[in-house]
T-cell receptor, first 119, second 111 residues
Framework: DTGVSQDPRHKITKRGQNVTFRCDPISEHNRLYWYRQTLGQGPEFLTYFQNEAQLEKSRLLSDRFSAERPKGSFSTLEIQRTEQGDSAMYLC?????????????????FGAGSRLTVL | GESVGLHLPTLSVQEGDNSIINCAYSNSASDYFIWYKQESGKGPQFIIDIRSNMDKRQGQRVTVLLNKTVKHLSLQIAATQPGDSAVYFCAEKNGYNKLIFGAGTRLAVHP
């Protein structure tokens, strides 16, 4: 296992088009996260899954955004009717559920990201 | 060199010096903190983490200090090397299952 894989690495699209990004997490990780990062800023949380269940969505995730993880393995993030403001790096991360009832989060392992440019 | 908070976006240090990157977090209920390093064109890479019941944790050449009284976190890098040049992010978790990231500090290491 080589870590978290994201595809495509770069996507250039015209405003109004739909785009889809794929994330393959580390195989034994049951949690999967999507973050968005704009230039000079830290990653912003979008959504996360535990297995196939989407447990939380940020208010940043407008109705043009949809994420799925149908079999609890890979995930897709689709953006419909893209806008120039959607241009960003979309990062996927995975982790395992904390064990032992501990309150500490597990470390998120990030992929290299998918950079979206909307013209 | 020392960076006071994340309002100073760039920290420049000489190779071999120690670096200190500071972070002020917002939520006193946060129970877990983590530092990531991000190089250009790559995703964030884990450096070190600390739970709120600790005030110091050491790794290889890195130390994280946590001061809950003033809600302050710092990352110390010993004997900074050119390969340490990157943007460094602190992140906090406050009982929910996601990390909230700060804006980042760029570390520039000069020979």
């Amino acid at each position: 296992d080589t870590g978290v894989s994201q595809d495509p690495r770069h996507k250039i699209t015209k405003r109004g088009q739909n785009v889809t990004f794929r994330c393959d997490p580390i195989s034994e990780h049951n949690r999967l996260y999507w973050y968005r990062q704009t230039l000079g800023q830290g990653p912003e949380f979008l959504t996360y899954f535990q297995n196939e269940a989407q447990l939380e969505k940020s208010r940043l995730l407008s109705d043009r955004f949809s994420a799925e993880r149908p079999k609890g393995s890979f995930s897709t993030l689709e953006i419909q009717r893209t806008e120039q403001g959607d241009s960003a790096m979309y990062l996927c991360a995975s982790s395992v559920t904390p064990t032992g009832g501990g309150s500490g989060a597990n470390v998120l392992t990030f992929g290299a990201g998918s950079r979206l440019t909307v013209l | 060199g020392e960076s006071v908070g994340l309002h100073l976006p760039t920290l420049s240090v000489q190779e071999g010096d120690n670096s200190i990157i500071n972070c002020a977090y917002s939520n006193s209920a946060s129970d877990y903190f983590i530092w990531y390093k991000q190089e250009s064109g790559k995703g964030p890479q884990f450096i070190i983490d600390i739970r709120s019941n600790m005030d110091k944790r050491q790794g290889q050449r890195v130390t994280v200090l946590l001061n809950k009284t003033v809600k302050h976190l710092s990352l110390q890098i010993a004997a900074t090397q050119p390969g340490d040049s990157a943007v460094y992010f602190c992140a906090e978790k406050n009982g929910y299952n996601k990390l909230i990231f700060g804006a980042g500090t760029r570390l520039a290491v000069h020979p």
